[in-house]
């Protein structure tokens, strides 16, 4: 699976829009993008996944470069319990072997 | 239960003794993964199940770690003669694979060891 790179930590207030990047510039052409993340003495959650086009539900928004070397999760209204560790994955979905591999993620940080 | 379960929650044991750790999964999930995360640390991945094929356990760190899935579904985590670096939380998860794709995985609350 491709590697992906992405910032240690990051901050946004409370209410407004939190942007975590992602760079996977060695993506393959059948390689998605998942995100998952991680609250304090939680197991990971699922937030979103895609391949190229854009895609939004409830938790979040996803934003996948024309290119697809890079990805932004947009939470649109942070809140005090969306500090948690962000992980963004690419995986071959189908694939022969279906394991996820974690980075180290982004620490997102909402403050008050 | 709705979700995925881990049993004990907490366990601690001496160095040098067996511990196992149990895993039940979503009830219809073939897919079952193993991690662990020592503190303050990342995901590392352990083995994974899918169906009747062999588990990939490419990521187990040493024989002394084992796992199976019986009647594919719960599954136990072995750790032979426990060492203090084994110390961590260990994550089960599981996801529905339905022909060629997969559903997201869904993580348990995990297993805090203790070995002192």
């Known amino acids: 699976d491709a590697k992906t790179t992405q910032p240690p930590s990051m901050d946004c207030a409370e209410g407004r829009a939190a942007n975590l990047p992602c760079n996977h510039s060695t993506i393959s052409g059948n390689e998605y993008v998942y995100w998952y993340r991680q609250i304090h003495s939680q197991g990971p959650q699922y937030i979103i996944h895609?391949?190229?086009n854009n895609e939004t539900n409830e938790m979040a928004s996803l934003i996948i470069t024309e290119d697809r070397k890079s990805s932004t999760l947009i939470l649109p209204h942070a809140t005090l319990r969306d500090t948690a560790v962000y992980y963004c994955i690419v995986r071959v979905r189908p694939d022969s072997s279906y394991k996820l591999i974690f980075g180290s993620g982004t620490r997102l940080l909402v403050r008050p | 239960g709705a979700g995925v379960s881990q049993s004990p929650s907490n366990k601690v044991t001496e160095k040098g003794k067996d511990v196992e750790l149990r895993c039940d999964p979503i009830s219809g999930h073939t897919a079952l993964y193993w991690y662990r995360q020592s503190l303050g640390q990342g995901l590392e991945f352990l083995i994974y199940f899918q169906g009747n094929s062999a588990p990939d356990k490419s990521g187990l760190p040493s024989d002394r770690f084992s796992a199976e899935r019986t009647g594919g579904s719960v599954s136990t985590l072995t750790i032979q003669r426990t060492q203090q670096e084994d110390s961590a939380v260990y994550l089960c998860?599981?996801?529905?694979?339905?022909?060629?794709?997969?559903?997201?995985?869904?993580f348990g609350q995990g297993t805090r060891l203790t070995v002192v």
């Open positions: 998860a599981s996801s529905l694979v339905q022909g060629r794709g997969s559903t997201e995985a869904f």
């Open positions: 895609g391949l190229k």
